[in-house]
């Protein structure tokens, strides 16, 4: 298992911004498989791997829940067909799914438009001992609605607090929030899938000529593929301003979906792993218990 777990640090580094400050999106190529695609067999090689991450996240998860002290948050954050859902669903298919909830976050309700940004999301924290996973977030507020200036002017601000300084605030306060959160014990791991312009144009014609995956096409998400570099800009300004040592976010690679699970696995063992969770150790009254326990169990009758 140390291995294992050295190993998946030593991935998880690769990826990981924890100072924003110059971070650039150009820097980080979706196609990246640390050289890994050249190797053979590498397909099956990696599903064997992420396997053994899926197992090691599995008893991490127990022990997260058994010392009910930490939670844990993960943001998945990306564009259309990056492959978030298949992320989630591989990466935490060994986990106990009583300790673990997804939320999706769409287009926000009237009622949720009537409330600060941050509040449906705060409805939605892991409890302690909790695994949450964020299938987009707050971070949305920084992203769609940055390029879409209109959407806005439907959450009814007071018109003296939109100003042009409007994006820089709403970094602040997220970065004031995920301090607070940390403060109080959730643990916060963000993953950008970063897809590149020509895969994403790749899977959406896929759905369109498999009818089993048709379901998933929506001419929206087509549409947004036009404002593609307004997006990259976002998503590059989001990490330079929110990116930081007690809330890092992961540039995942995810022109390949093979390694960008990978990454994903190897983000969340690292994050689990500085939380130095252990079983609770048993107390010497508790240990009187257990001895009592025993004894009436076995002068049980037959
Ligand atoms: P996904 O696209 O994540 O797989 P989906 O297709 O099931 O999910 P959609 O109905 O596409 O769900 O809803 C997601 C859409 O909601 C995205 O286009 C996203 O940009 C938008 N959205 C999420 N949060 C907000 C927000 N705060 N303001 C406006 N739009 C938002
Ligand atoms: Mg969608």
Known sequence: ?????????????????????????????????????????????????LQQGVDILAEMQEKLYAQDRWALLLIFQAMDAAGKDGAIKHVMSGVNPQGCQVFNFKAPSPEELDHDFLWRTSKCLPERGRIGIFNRSYYEEVLVVRVHRELLTKQKLPASLVTKKIWKERFEDINAYERYLTRNGIAICKFFLNVSRGEQKKRFLER???????????????????????YMEAYEDMIRNTATDYAPWYVVPADNKWFSRLVVAAGIVEALDGLKLAFPKVDEEKRKELTAARIILEEEKP
């Open 1 to 49: 298992m140390g291995k294992l777990i050295k190993k998946a640090r030593s991935l998880a580094k690769s990826f990981r911004v924890e100072d924003g400050r110059k971070f650039r999106l150009k820097d980080f190529d979706p196609d990246e498989t640390l050289g890994l695609e050249h190797e053979e067999g590498i397909k099956d090689r990696a599903a064997n791997l």
């Open 208 to 230: 369109l000529d498999n009818p089993d995956k048709n379901w998933k096409f929506s001419v929206a998400d087509a549409q947004e593929r036009g404002h593609w570099d307004d």
